[in-house]
């Protein structure tokens, strides 16, 4: 009999295999014992043999190659001898299937064990070796997705994956891949899922970055750093107070890196919006479909609005018109909003330029409505916005619009 010592130590080295191991092997099991079972009575000439591989055993694709409830006699050929290979190569058949099987499965369970990913706050050369004199495979920036492979010592042996973020998990257009990298770097500015405050070491770098990117003179693609940093906070640590700020804000340095590049096109000029080329909007819709209902999804909803003004109103009622409503629907939609006084504020000088639009359009009655909205509007931000700094903005174009300073046109110059 073994000791419990040894029991003990047996199950420490050996650790209780997972339901689904437990089903193959039975399954496995079962599998042999019918095979054979039924290969053994060849003296029996007359009998036959039926159903060597229950369906509830095996896939349906291992038996596709029979008909159902085959039977198969041991008598083809001369001697009586001929159902004895067809059992044989059956039975090698379906071990190796089975043993496949098995192999797939543990080598599954290893692989996704040791995909542990991470990134780095601080750029890093990727090198051959875990040596600081091995030659050079290339350079990983800050936020470039890095999975570990394996770790030694001081270094880390990775794949890193040198691409923008995706906006999509299922995104597969071949330019989105990227190059990838594979040898090591130090370990030193690596924070992958297990290191403590992880998500706050990369959310602070990204705001070091941000800051670098706001100076004349601050660090080269500092921008693009805090980007990448803001979005990996939320794809390694997605349950993170953080994660939807992280997201956010990732979106949020996107769109005006886009932004920027869209209003140097001639097009950005063009009266309708539809003629103007458009900031790409994926990122901050995946910000409403991931965090809905919070601040972060209503300051993504606010950025939307930027692709459906006007490039240019050319002097005419319609743009105002109709960029004044939408402000003042968001408003309406989003009162919790941190951009909400914004967008009051921004309906109602849209209603205050209309004072003088209409005034060319000869219509008075028009231009009476307007003024009267506009000081309706900026009365409603003063009241209940009143710690904002759009109050004060307010009042100072409730003043303009009392006292009949233009705020729209020529006469406003």
């Not at 920036?141 to 001081?154: A, F, N, Q």
């Not at 940093?229 to 340095?253: H, K, M, N, Q």
């Amino acid at each position: 009999m073994y000791s419990n010592e040894f029991r003990k130590g047996a199950a420490a080295r050996d650790p209780q295999p997972t339901h689904v191991q437990l089903t193959l092997t039975s399954n496995i099991q079962t599998l042999i014992l019918r095979t054979s079972m039924t290969t053994a009575p060849h003296d029996d000439r007359k009998s036959f043999v039926t159903k060597i591989l229950p369906v509830t055993h095996c896939s349906p694709w291992i038996i596709s190659d029979f008909l159902p409830n085959m039977k198969i006699p041991i008598d083809q050929q001369p001697g009586g001898g001929g159902g004895v290979p067809f059992f044989r190569s059956f039975l090698e058949r379906a071990t190796f299937l089975a043993t496949l099987a098995v192999a797939l499965l543990f080598s599954t369970g290893l692989a996704a064990a040791q995909a542990q990913r991470g990134t780095l706050v601080h750029e890093e050369t990727i090198r051959v070796s875990p040596s600081s004199e091995a030659a050079k495979l290339g350079e990983a920036g800050r936020g470039h997705e890095l999975v570990i492979i394996e770790t030694s010592r001081d270094w880390t042996h990775v794949e890193a994956i040198l691409r923008e973020p995706r906006k999509d998990a299922d995104e597969d257009d071949p330019e989105s891949e990227g190059k990838t990298i594979t040898g090591w770097v130090s370990s030193k500015a690596l924070v992958n899922l297990t290191t403590p405050n992880g998500d706050k070491i990369i959310f602070g770098e990204a705001a070091d970055s941000e800051d670098q990117a706001s100076r004349r003179r601050g660090r080269r693609d500092a921008a693009q750093d805090a980007m990448r940093l803001y979005y990996r906070v939320y794809d390694l640590f997605p349950t993170s107070p953080l994660a939807a700020e992280g997201l956010y804000r990732a979106a949020d340095i996107r769109w005006q890196i886009e932004r920027s590049d869209v209003l140097t096109r001639p097009s950005a000029r063009e009266r309708d919006a539809y003629m103007r080329g458009q900031i790409d909007e994926q990122w901050m819709k995946l910000v409403i479909k991931k965090f809905n209902g919070t601040k972060w999804a209503d300051l993504a909803s606010f950025h939307l609005l930027e692709n459906k003004l006007c490039g240019d109103w050319q002097g005419a009622s319609k743009c105002p018109e109709k960029e004044a409503e939408m402000y003042e629907k968001y408003a309406k939609e989003h009162e919790q909003s941190p951009s909400a006084p914004e967008a009051l504020y921004d309906a109602a000088w849209r209603r205050s330029a209309l004072i003088e639009i209409y005034k060319t359009e000869a219509n008075q009655k028009k231009s009476e409505e307007a003024k009267n909205r506009s000081l309706e509007l900026a009365q409603k931000i003063v009241s209940q916005y009143a710690q904002s700094d759009w109050s004060s903005r307010a009042q100072m174009l409730i003043f303009y619009v009392q006292q009949g300073v233009p705020t729209f046109g020529n006469a406003s110059d």
